[in-house]
């Protein structure tokens, strides 16, 4: 008898758990099909993406051959499309490029417009932080001292501080704050800067009192 009530009961839980099954195979599929489907789609952009970062690499080395002091101004209309059309590594390489043939040329104006393009290309804290540092002295060099300030206090990152404080003190300069200059030199300085930095902020501070 109690081997009879055992083998109903084992009947019963074999049909709950067939009900189960049956029940949601169907969700099992499509969670599968879904999980599979993600597996193939990341494949796909994965395999897409390193074609055109491939492609973008090979482009790249004609362009940067290219840009040169001397480029001409369909060379630079190849870089800046190049740049445009890319919004990877390779596009910020290209704009920096173009932003250095500018400076080269004492179109400061353009350099400007470019780097503040290149910004929007990369996610990078580091490689945005060098770009605003740049940005911040192209600005100083057109005597906008407000906008090179403004773009400084955007960095918040520690390790370049002391970059920053040099910048802001040259800033201050600009405005004849020399004591708001000095409080900045001093910054950098506490910010331990590498040496060749250290002894540019010295000669800056010794400036200030001559």
């Known amino acids: 008898m109690k081997y009879h009530s055992y083998s109903i009961e084992n009947e019963h ?8 099954i049956t029940y949601n195979s169907k969700k099992l599929v499509i969670i599968g099909m879904i999980g599979i489907s993600l597996l193939v789609g990341w494949r796909y952009w994965s395999n897409h993406h390193n074609d055109v970062m491939i492609v973008a690499s090979a482009v790249w080395e004609h362009v940067n051959s290219v840009l040169t002091d001397d480029a001409d101004q369909q060379q630079l209309d190849l870089a800046q499309h190049f740049s445009d059309s890319n919004d990877n590594n390779y596009g910020v390489l290209a704009s920096l490029g173009l932003t250095h043939n ?22 990078e804290k580091n490689l945005q932080t060098l770009i605003n540092l740049r940005l911040a002295q192209l600005q100083l060099q057109q005597n906008n001292v ?14 370049w501080m002391a970059l920053v404080e040099s910048i802001r003190g040259d800033a201050q300069v600009f405005k004849d ?3 708001a200059a000095r ?16 002894e540019l902020v010295h000669i800056k501070l010794n400036n200030l009192s001559s």
Do not use: M, W
Not at 146 to 159: F, S
Not at 183 to 198: F, G, H, S, V
């Open 177 to 179: 704050d020399h004591q």
């Open 13 to 20: 839980c074999k049909g709950k758990q067939r009900s189960f």
């Open 146 to 159: 407000d906008g090179a300030l403004k773009t400084l206090n955007v960095i918040k990152q520690k390790k």
């Open 102 to 123: 500018y400076i080269n040329k004492g179109d400061f104006a353009t350099a400007e417009k470019q780097l503040q393009k290149t910004l929007n290309k990369t996610h």
């Open 183 to 198: 409080a900045a030199y001093e910054k950098a300085l506490k910010a331990n800067p590498p040496q060749a930095l250290q």
